[in-house]
């Protein structure tokens, strides 16, 4: 009876964010940035601590040291330019998009003496290609649709946990 009880809470909150995330998708993206910025340096710190207590480990403490202090510059400079770690974000997005798409366009055309419906592949490459040049010309937009398909994403899932908490608290109540 917990674990459904658990489970339904669990999708109560995704739903809750994922409304939230939809309404408020600005808000959405600051938080991610902050909470991004804060682990960043949180891990950072517990690398830097790792390598300085590590140096009688053969020598090989300063991978630890170099990736704490890269840990701790990338969320100072998060908080300092949280902008930045945004644009960042949709650029690498949108960039992953273009690449992908070329690569699904070059494979459609290389499978059409093989299988029949490649044109599905190719139009999803063109679709890929389009969606990061819009991203990159728009990038603003660009975060909304990350925070709005995070969004989509939590709740759909949240609707699902409820679905299945539901369905497991009926279940438990039949008598065996």
Same mark, same amino acid.
């Given at each position: 009876?917990?674990?459904?009880?658990?489970? /339904?809470? =669990?999708?109560?909150?995704?739903?809750?964010?994922?409304?939230?995330?939809?309404?408020?998708?600005?808000?959405? $993206?600051?938080?991610?940035?902050? /909470?991004?910025?804060?682990?960043?340096? /949180?891990?950072?710190?517990?690398?830097?601590?790792?390598?300085?207590? =590590?140096?009688?480990? =053969?020598?090989?403490?300063?991978?630890?040291?170099?990736?704490?202090?890269?840990? $701790?510059?990338?969320?100072?400079?998060?908080?300092?330019?949280?902008?930045?770690?945004?644009?960042?974000?949709?650029?690498?997005?949108?960039?992953?998009?273009?690449?992908?798409?070329?690569?699904? $366009?070059?494979?459609? /055309?290389?499978?059409?003496?093989?299988?029949?419906?490649?044109?599905?592949?190719?139009?999803?490459?063109?679709?890929?290609?389009?969606?990061?040049?819009?991203?990159?010309?728009?990038?603003?937009?660009?975060?909304?649709?990350?925070?709005?398909?995070?969004?989509?994403?939590?709740?759909?899932?949240? $609707?699902?946990?409820?679905?299945?908490?539901?369905?497991?608290?009926?279940?438990?109540?039949?008598?065996?």
């Amino acid at each position: 009876m917990l674990g459904s009880s658990m489970l /339904i809470i =669990r999708g109560i909150v995704g739903i809750a964010f994922g409304v939230l995330a939809v309404l408020w998708p600005g808000l959405t $993206i600051a938080v991610l940035v902050g /909470i991004f910025a804060v682990y960043a340096c /949180i891990d950072g710190a517990v690398n830097l601590v790792l390598g300085l207590r =590590r140096v009688s480990w =053969r020598g090989r403490s300063w991978p630890f040291l170099l990736e704490g202090v890269v840990g $701790i510059g990338a969320g100072v400079l998060t908080f300092l330019w949280p902008a930045v770690t945004v644009l960042a974000l949709i650029a690498f997005v949108a960039a992953w998009a273009l690449v992908t798409g070329v690569f699904e $366009i070059v494979a459609a /055309i290389r499978l059409r003496r093989v299988v029949t419906g490649e044109w599905l592949l190719a139009l999803s490459g063109v679709l890929s290609v389009l969606f990061g040049v819009l991203v990159f010309a728009f990038p603003a937009a660009g975060a909304v649709g990350i925070a709005w398909t995070l969004g989509i994403y939590a709740a759909a899932t949240g $609707i699902l946990l409820v679905m299945l908490g539901v369905r497991l608290r009926s279940h438990a109540m039949v008598p065996a």
